[in-house]
């Protein structure tokens, strides 16, 4: 589905815990040559300095600083994003439980969402990206050329997360109230809560296989490419 002939989009897929997104965004932009960027990686890193610095996760200001003193890389590899820390890699410690917490934490801070966005729009401004989040379609790229929300019933998110630990070995399984709460944290929170974008097209993944929402989304992508000739 490449298409070298023209300019290459951006595409936002927003969505709650375990709709299956990264798995989903990884699969499409190596489909089309495009980096994928897993923003959230961004906020469990800026979790995991909070927590080696010793710095309150409401602590809004001490954050912000925090971020502008943090060097936070997304390297996009075929398994998901490598994620660097101060050229540290620290791929596999975001996974943990403690910085799951932080990083919902983290993320309802309007001034660390700011230093986020204004991060996340450098990396992926030009084009040829998947970009998966809670924002990208309504605030990182507003004018994205593809925005799906994808969503799935919260029962069956909680086996899927629960199967992707079982799968990467993580030490303690997915308790369902605490992603619960994180859901109603990034729901509800003021700045930039999860909601689908008015232009997104929504997606629900409940009874769907992997390979039937990548088809669903690929069509959609290939109906804007078409656009984009007209
Ligand atoms: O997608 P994830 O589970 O890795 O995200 C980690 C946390 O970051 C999650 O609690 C929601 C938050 N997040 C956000 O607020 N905005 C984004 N664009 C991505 C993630």
Redesign the pocket.
């Known amino acids: 589905m490449t298409d070298p002939t023209f300019r290459k989009l951006i595409i936002a897929i ?1 969505g709650p ?1 375990g709709a299956g ?2 798995t989903i965004a990884s699969r499409l932009a190596h489909k089309l040559g495009y980096a994928n960027l ?7 890193a800026l979790a995991l300095k909070a927590i080696e610095w010793d710095v309150a996760f409401d602590d809004e200001p001490a954050l912000v600083q925090l971020a502008h003193d943090s060097r936070i890389h997304l390297e996009p590899t075929i398994a998901g994003n490598r994620v660097l820390l101060d050229r540290r890699d620290v791929t596999q410690r975001v996974r943990e439980s403690d910085v ?1 917490e932080g ?2 934490r983290v ?1 309802i801070h309007p001034k660390v ?1 700011e230093w ?1 966005v204004a991060r ?1 729009q450098e990396m992926g401004g030009s084009g040829g990206i998947v970009m ?5 379609g309504t605030v ?1 790229f507003p004018h994205a050329d593809v925005k799906i929300f994808l969503d799935a019933d919260p029962v069956v998110r909680e086996q899927r997360r629960r199967q992707q630990e079982r799968a990467s070995g993580a030490a303690a399984p997915v308790n369902a109230a605490e992603l619960r709460e ?1 859901d109603r ?2 729901r509800t929170r003021v700045a ?1 809560p ?1 909601q689908p974008a008015a232009d997104a097209v929504l997606l629900d993944s409940t009874s769907l296989s992997e390979d039937q929402v990548l088809e669903r989304i690929e069509g959609v992508v290939r109906q804007r490419m078409t656009q984009n000739r007209t």
Do not use: F, H, N, P
């Open positions: 927003d815990a997104k990264s897993e923003s959230g990686a961004m906020y469990r799951t990083a919902s993320s969402r986020m996340q998966e989040g809670r924002d990208i990182v994180r944290r990034d930039s999860l």
